[in-house]
């Protein structure tokens, strides 16, 4: 499982983050949302979704950032339900934070380690070897909301975690991270290490799939 998460997760993320193109997003408003839209057209969307009214709330803290993190404890197999996580930073300054595009992912397992395709969306994403610079004050928030469907029933696990953080490029200072350190293997390269660690992730949380 650390395996696979380490070869999505860092990999494409580094080396995408590492040759990808980089613009600016908007951030004079006070919440910089960073929403994907749904499959790209409204009549795409499910019939059926999944509210969040039975949710758990994870949250994750480090000296410039928390992230936050809205799922539900149990689903239906083949309705859409959505993952949300809002990451706000709390440092003292203002930053122009270089981070990916969405800058929260979602990964989900099952019981064996395998990542769960989401039938919604291919993965991992196209959008990895995106870089984006937003300007962010101290209380400003970066809000993500992601639709999710799983096909089959069974207990499965989420893990939210974010790109990599930095402030202005190429990577002048790194933020901390938190929680992704379980992820580092013994033939990253000392850079590429260090890049892992400046992202912050959820422990694992327990996702229920019962009969649609």
């Not at 999505?8 to 997003?25: K, N, S």
């Not at 509210?51 to 992230?67: K, M, N, P, W």
């Not at 996580?85 to 595009?101: D, K």
């Not at 029933?153 to 790109?163: D, H, M, V």
Request: hydrophobic share 40%.
């Amino acid at each position: 499982m650390k395996r696979r998460f380490a070869t999505v997760g860092v990999v494409l993320m580094v080396v995408g983050l590492a040759v990808g193109g980089v613009v600016l997003a908007g951030g004079n408003e006070e919440t910089a949302d960073h929403t994907e839209s749904l499959a790209g057209a409204d009549d795409e969307r499910p019939d059926h979704t999944e509210s969040l009214d039975a949710c758990f709330r994870e949250v994750v803290r480090t000296s410039d950032f928390v992230l936050s993190v809205e799922a539900p404890k149990e689903v239906r197999a083949g309705r859409a339900f959505a993952l949300k996580a809002t990451l706000e930073y709390i440092g003292e300054e203002n930053i122009r934070l270089f981070h990916g595009s969405p800058v929260v992912l979602f990964y989900i397992v099952d019981g064996d380690g395998r990542h769960v395709a989401n039938d919604l969306f291919a993965h991992p994403r196209v959008y990895l070897d995106i870089g984006v610079i937003t300007p962010l004050e101290p209380g400003q928030k970066m809000k993500v909301e992601d639709m999710w469907r799983v096909d089959h029933p069974g207990e499965y696990q989420l893990i939210a975690a974010t790109t990599l953080l930095a402030n202005e490029c190429p990577w002048e200072k790194l933020f901390e991270g938190k929680n992704y350190e379980r992820f580092i293997r013994d033939d990253m390269t000392e850079r590429v290490e260090e890049l892992t660690r400046s992202r912050i992730a959820t422990a694992p949380m327990e996702i229920i799939v019962i009969n649609g």
